[in-house]
Nanobody
């Protein structure tokens, strides 16, 4: 079993920045893709960004140019740097990690963008 712990969420004004972190622990052998998803009230969970073990990245169109995903394989940690935040970025952000055929999720961290 793999556990994921997110941190770094909070309240920020429009135009501000936050950095989310997600540390994996437990029975880790070889994490494949890691990523961030988000879910706003009344909406479905959506992909924000993913990064492979080889550090290839992909982003949702809505965050391209503003968000940057990265990972530290030695620390089994994935990050999401979020710049130029907008009110529509408000959501619970979830970390996901894939290992072999299993997908693991964190509990989520709230990001609120408001003045």
């Amino acid at each position: 079993q793999v556990q994921l712990m997110e941190s770094g969420g909070g309240l920020v004004q429009p135009g501000g920045s936050l950095r989310l972190s997600c540390a994996a622990s437990g029975r880790i052998f070889s994490l494949n893709a890691m990523g961030w998803y988000r879910q706003a009230p009344g909406k479905q969970r959506e992909l924000v960004a993913t990064i492979t073990s080889g550090r290839s990245t992909s982003y949702a169109d809505s965050v391209k140019g503003r968000f940057t995903i990265s990972r530290d394989n030695a620390k089994n940690t994935v990050y999401l740097r979020m710049n130029s935040l907008k009110p529509e970025d408000t959501a619970v952000y979830y970390c996901r990690a894939d290992q072999w055929s299993s997908a693991y999720w964190g509990q989520g961290t709230q990001v609120t963008v408001s003045s």
